[in-house]
């Protein structure tokens, strides 16, 4: 099976750096995505990490551990506009779908 | 420009009548799949498809059915809707290759009385 755990809620102040972290257990590992989502509306693809190592787009970046199934996300220069959901989810070696986590609800306070 | 739509955006509808929900994409991707949002549940995998003819049972895909007739719908129906199934459906799509980016629809909101 698979289950991939996130924390439900982090609070950051505008500026800030934030991370949000991810672990995962599954079997035939391919790689570890993370989406966001605003209130109301659909999932959007921010980040992919098949290997391990940091990942960097602009101010957001995702890291990846597979020998520690570990990942997270971070951000950087937190804005009013990220705040939002965020999802972690993993793909595997043997079909093309994707399992998602339950989601990290971020809050960036003025 | 490419896209993914659902219709309908909102349904209301009675417990034990069918329903169909549609999506439709024209990024001529291979790989379709639907998912159910809840709170504190995240996105939960319900059929999947890997192309014309091909679909695959998700995590949560009882009551629920797909086919694939074409590269560009996938339909997902409840068969007999039940209050459980009151949820926001999400439609998404993928090329299927390398880092398999979902692409998603704007969601279904479906409410069963």
Redesign the interface.
């Given at each position: 099976g698979q289950s991939l755990e996130q924390p439900s809620e982090v609070t950051a102040v505008e500026g800030a750096i934030v991370q949000i972290n991810c672990t995962y257990q599954t079997s035939g590992f391919y790689g570890l995505s993370w989406y966001q989502q605003h209130d109301g509306g659909a999932p959007t693809f921010l980040s992919y990490n098949a290997l391990d190592g940091l990942e960097e787009t602009g101010r957001f970046s995702s890291f990846l551990s597979r020998s520690d199934s570990y990942g997270y996300l971070l951000l950087q220069e937190l804005q009013m506009k990220d705040s939002a959901s965020y999802f972690c989810a993993v793909s595997t070696y043997n079909n093309n779908d994707m399992r998602f986590g339950a989601g990290t609800r971020l809050t960036v306070k003025p | 420009d490419a896209e993914i739509t659902q219709s309908p955006r909102h349904k209301i509808t009675e417990t034990g009548r069918q329903v169909t929900l549609a999506c439709h994409q024209t990024w001529n991707h291979n790989?379709m799949?639907w998912?159910r949002q809840d709170l504190?549940?995240?996105?939960?995998?319900i059929h999947?498809s890997?192309g014309v003819q091909d679909t695959?049972k998700?995590?949560v895909s009882d009551g629920y059915s797909v086919s694939r007739s074409n590269t560009e719908d996938l339909p997902l129906t409840l068969e007999s809707a039940a209050s459980s199934q009151t949820s926001v459906y999400?439609c998404a799509s993928?090329e299927?290759s390398g880092?398999?980016?979902?692409?998603?629809?704007?969601?279904s909101r479906l409410t069963v009385l």
């Open positions: - | 790989n799949f998912y504190g549940h995240g996105l939960r995998l999947y890997y695959n998700g995590e999400f993928s299927g880092a398999n980016v979902l692409t998603f629809g704007a969601g």
